[in-house]
C-alpha cells in the first residue's frame, strides 16, 4: 500500500470522498493519450447531449483538434455552476469506465475561470508540442506520485521544466497536478500563496524559506514547498493533515467564513458596488449567469476605482432587464489576451483579443425575480444610479448606501421610499424635462458626441402660451 492509498483511505467516507474519483478518472484519462482525436469527438458528443455549449473552439470558429489532459479535467474545474459540473463529469467519466462514484460535494478543489481554462494558447500562437509535453508532465506526475523514486522523479523534473516555460502556464500547472494527485502536489492557486506566504500563517516561516511565491517555481523548489508542507502535516500540533484539507481550510478562511462580504452584517459593508451592464444581443447575459459561479467582465469605466473585494451586480439591458446576480469582485481589473472566444459571446469576436476584466464571484442569481428599472425609479435612493439616466456604458458606479439598498431588495429586508410628499404651498427645488433629440432619438448620437443639445424653435410656437 503507497502513502497515497493510506492517506486516501482516511477521507474517503467524508468530504474530501471526491479524491478518489479525480485520482481514477485520470488513471483512465491517461489511457487516450494516443488517441486525442476519439477524445476530442467523446467530449463534443457529451456537450451536445447536454444541451452545453461546446467550449473547444478556437479563435478562427473551427473545433480545436489537439487537448490536454489538463484541460479535459478543467470541463468541470472551473466557474460553472455545481449542477452543471456534476453532469459534465457524469458523462466523461461513463465514457471513461470511471467506477468511483462521481462527487457531490467540492470542498478543497481549486477551479479556474472558465475563460482560462485552457492550459494552452490559441492554434496561432501553439507550438507543435506544447499539448504533448502537457501529457507527458501528466503522466510522469502520475507516476511519480504513485510510484516515487530517483527515476520516476528526475522524468517528472524534465516534464515540469519544459511545460512551465510554455505559454498559457502559470499557477494553473500546479492546481492541474493537485487535481490529479491532490495528496501529493500542493495547489498553489491566489488563495493558497496568500495564506502560505502571509506572516500570521503557520506556514510561513517553511514557506518564505523556500520561495516568496511570487512566480511560479522551479521543479526543484515546488518538490521543495511540497517536502515542507508534508513534514509540518506530520508534526501533532499541525492545523492539518493534507493538501485537500489545507486547501478547504484556506478557501473558507480566506473567504469570510465562507460567506461573501456582502452578508455580512445586514449586507452593509462599507464597500462601494458596480452595475456590470451586458446586451443580449451580443452576449448570453443569461445564460452565463444561470451557468456559471464565476464570470469575467469587461472593465471600460473607472479602471482606477474597481477594486477586489467590491460589490458587484450583473445587469442584463433591453426591455424588461435588470438586475439579474450580484456577487463580490475576485481581482483588481487586469489586462488579458484571450485566443478563444467565450461561448456565451453571441457575436463570435466579443471576447477575443485584448481586455481589461475583473473576475465576479456570484453569490445570488435572481433571474426570475429581477430587478427592474422601475423599481430604481421608484426609489428616491435609486432613481439617480447612473445607469437610469445615462445607461450607454458597461460599467456604472454605486455608492455604498446605494449597493446596500439593493442588497436588502436581494435578501429579502428591503423597505422601499418613495418621493418626499411636499407641502400644498411649497415650491419644488427643482425641474426636470425629458429631452429628446430628433424624431424618435434619431439625433442622440451624434448630439452626445458634441456635446449639445437642439431644440427646433421653428415649431415650439409662442413660448408665452406656455403656462408658468
Not at 158 to 185: A, D, M
Not at 336 to 357: I, M, Q
Amino acid at each position: 500500500m503507497n502513502s497515497n492509498t493510506r492517506q486516501i483511505n482516511q477521507f474517503v467516507s467524508n468530504q474530501f470522498a471526491w479524491t478518489l474519483f479525480y485520482m481514477e478518472f485520470a488513471n483512465k484519462l491517461l489511457l487516450h493519450k494516443n488517441n486525442r482525436p476519439q477524445l476530442l469527438g467523446m467530449i463534443k458528443g457529451i456537450y451536445d447531449g447536454l444541451g452545453f455549449r461546446y467550449p473547444f473552439i478556437e479563435k478562427a470558429g473551427t473545433p480545436l483538434y489537439d487537448i490536454c489532459p489538463f484541460t479535459v479535467f478543467g470541463c468541470f474545474n472551473k466557474g460553472i455552476s455545481n449542477e452543471s459540473r456534476i453532469a459534465i463529469m457524469k458523462g466523461i467519466s461513463n465514457k471513461l469506465n470511471v467506477t468511483a462514484e462521481v462527487p457531490t460535494v467540492f470542498d478543497g478543489i481549486p477551479v479556474l475561470m472558465p475563460m482560462r481554462a485552457w492550459f494552452f494558447v490559441g492554434k496561432n500562437k501553439r507550438k507543435a508540442d506544447d499539448i504533448p509535453n502537457l501529457w507527458k508532465v501528466f503522466e510522469a506526475g502520475i507516476n511519480f506520485a504513485d510510484n516515487p523514486s530517483e527515476v520516476s522523479k528526475t522524468a517528472f523534473v524534465n516534464c515540469y521544466e519544459k511545460v512551465r516555460k510554455q505559454p498559457g502556464i502559470k499557477w494553473n500547472l500546479t492546481i492541474g497536478l493537485y487535481w490529479i494527485r491532490p495528496f501529493s502536489y500542493l495547489n498553489l492557486d491566489e488563495l493558497n500563496r496568500r495564506y502560505l506566504a502571509q506572516e500570521k500563517s503557520p506556514y510561513y516561516n517553511i514557506i518564505t524559506r523556500i520561495s516568496n511565491l511570487k512566480q511560479l517555481p522551479s521543479a526543484k523548489t515546488y518538490l521543495e514547498l511540497i517536502s515542507a508542507c508534508k513534514e509540518f502535516f506530520a508534526k501533532h500540533d499541525s492545523p492539518h493533515r493534507s493538501f485537500p484539507e489545507l486547501s478547504h481550510a484556506v478557501w473558507t478562511q480566506m473567504t469570510l467564513g465562507g460567506q461573501p462580504p456582502e452578508a455580512k452584517d445586514g449586507g452593509k459593508t462599507g464597500k462601494p458596488g458596480w452595475i456590470f451592464q451586458g446586451n443580449p444581443k451580443y452576449y448570453d447575459v443569461i445564460g452565463a449567469v444561470k451557468n456559471l459561479d464565476i464570470i469575467s467582465w469587461d472593465v471600460k469605466q473607472y479602471r482606477n476605482q474597481i477594486k477586489k473585494d467590491d460589490r458587484a451586480y450583473i445587469w442584463v439591458s433591453g426591455p424588461g432587464g435588470g438586475i439579474v446576480a450580484s456577487g463580490v469582485i475576485l481581482c483588481d481589473p487586469e489586462v488579458r489576451e484571450y485566443s478563444k472566444p467565450d461561448s456565451y459571446d453571441l457575436s463570435g469576436s466579443f471576447t477575443t483579443g485584448v481586455h481589461n476584466e475583473v473576475d465576479i464571484k456570484l453569490t445570488n442569481k435572481i433571474i426570475d425575480s429581477i430587478i427592474k428599472k422601475e423599481v430604481f425609479l421608484a426609489d428616491e435612493r435609486l432613481k439617480k444610479v447612473s445607469i437610469i439616466n445615462f445607461a450607454n456604458a458597461t460599467n456604472f458606479k454605486l455608492t455604498p448606501e446605494q449597493a446596500d439598498v439593493i442588497d436588502s431588495i436581494i435578501n429579502g429586508t428591503y423597505s422601499s421610499q418613495g418621493p418626499e410628499i411636499q407641502g400644498k404651498d411649497s415650491a419644488p427645488s427643482s425641474r426636470h424635462w425629458i429631452y429628446t433629440p430628433g424624431n424618435g432619438s434619431s439625433k442622440w448620437d451624434e448630439f452626445y458626441s458634441e456635446g449639445i443639445m437642439g431644440i427646433g424653435w421653428g415649431e415650439m410656437g409662442d413660448l408665452k402660451q406656455v403656462p408658468q
